[in-house]
T-cell receptor, first 112, second 113 residues
Framework: QQQVRQSSQSLTVWEGETAILNCSYE??????FPWYQQFPGEGPALLIA?????DKKEDGRFTIFFNKREKNLSLHIKDSQPGDSATYFC???????????FGAGTRLKVIA | DAGVTQTPRHEVAEKGQTIILKCEPV?????LFWYRQTKIQGLELLSY????????DGGAFKDRFKAEMLNSSFSTLKIQPTEPKDSAVYLC???????????FGPGTRLTVL
């Protein structure tokens, strides 16, 4: 049972474009959605996160758009750089249950 | 401040061997997680400790996988006996408290021949 689904296994964009990574979930109880970034040979690191009371969270070039009714969210990476090439994981959890459920990840490649 | 430390970084084992992976969480963190990462299954939770108490032991991983937290600053994951299908990256993560950001270690890449 895949509770958190990322629609693309991989995504390639040109430098300077906006990369859009999509994620959907099934459990209505989920209320916290972190995105993790992972480079080869390293563990995932928190990039940005949103709570379900918000519909948008911005941090520099990274923005999460959240749609509670549709149970989906997306990560937008503005002005993509080759250094953004990594795997991005969408995750979800609910208050009181401290486990994260991770999506399968989207491998982003930014071409110079 | 030191992050999550995992040793060894790489491990090669013969089928049937016992291996022990080690993790030191961020100092002061109360929650510790063990995950297995593969290309096919992604990130799967193996074990979850809260203040050294085992909260979840990973369901399907119970029979050959055993995680222990001997003290608040050290945890081990034992796989006994290993099988080729256990080849994966094993990640340890810690967080300050339930629901807070999880900080991941660099992982141990296990290859079982």
């Amino acid at each position: 049972q895949q509770q958190v689904r990322q629609s693309s296994q991989s995504l390639t964009v040109w430098e300077g474009e906006t990369a859009i990574l999509n994620c959907s979930y099934e459990n209505s109880a989920f209320d916290y959605f972190p995105w993790y970034q992972q480079f080869p040979g390293e563990g995932p690191a928190l990039l940005i996160a949103i709570r379900s009371v918000s519909d948008k969270k911005e941090d520099g070039r990274f923005t999460i758009f959240f749609n509670k009714r549709e149970k989906n969210l997306s990560l937008h990476i503005k002005d993509s750089q080759p250094g953004d090439s990594a795997t991005y994981f969408c995750a979800a959890s609910d208050t009181g249950n401290y486990k994260y459920v991770f999506g399968a990840g989207t491998r982003l490649k930014v071409i110079a | 401040d030191a992050g999550v430390t995992q040793t060894p970084r790489h491990e090669v084992a013969e089928k049937g061997q016992t291996i022990i992976l080690k993790c030191e969480p961020v100092s002061g963190h109360n929650d510790l997680f063990w995950y297995r990462q593969t290309k096919i299954q992604g990130l799967e939770l193996l074990s979850y400790f809260r203040s050294k108490s085992l909260m979840e032991d990973g369901g399907a991983f119970k029979d050959r996988f055993k995680a222990e937290m001997l003290n608040s600053s050290f945890s081990t994951l034992k796989i006994q006996p290993t099988e080729p299908k256990d080849s994966a990256v094993y990640l340890c993560a810690s967080s300050l408290r339930g629901g807070a950001e999880q900080f991941f270690g660099p992982g141990t890449r296990l290859t079982v021949l």
